[in-house]
């Protein structure tokens, strides 16, 4: 059954939910529920893909070696792991890192809309295509989809590069993600053109 979770009232009530879930078959394999994590009160929300194997263990997202990628062109826009709040697409690792399915999304896919209700960021940061074909409800790839910010729910959405794509892809992925990131920067200070 997909969990109804439209109407709960606290990110604290989300997470007790979701560490429980059975509800797609991720749940079999999966050492951790890797929830979420970040301010409640962030003005930017990241949206990865699938928890790895060290987020599977630790609980947290993005705590491998993409993560200590992102941190850094976070970091490049003066933001830390506490001005954001970071969760992916599905909330339990897929075995052998494999690509999360349309039924696993689908069965996923509420508890990150209503985590977005709750935070009410400013800005959405889609990294890579899963998060940026279900959000923008698209089938158009990211490397089309990045380079601007759309208007979307009453806020921003920037779609940009997972940051494994560019410890595989080298500086040119990488320097497409700090382009992206400025256009972060921008709306944050109220200067998007
Ligand atoms: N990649 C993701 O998409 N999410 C994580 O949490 C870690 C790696
Ligand atoms: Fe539930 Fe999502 Fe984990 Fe599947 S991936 S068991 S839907 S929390």
Redesign the pocket.
Known sequence: MIPDVGAVETLDALRAIAVQCTACVLSETRTTV?FGAGSPEADVFVV?????QK?DEDGV??V?R??QLLDSLLGEIGLSRDDIYIS?VVKCRPPRNRDPRTDEIDMCKGYLRRQIELIDPKVVIT??NFSTKLLLRTTIGITRMRGVAYEWWGRYLVPTF?P?AALRGGERVTNDIRADFAIVRSILDGTLE
């Open positions: 890797v990865g893909e699938a928890p790895g987020e997202p993005f491998g993409s993560g992916n990294l890579g997972h494994a």
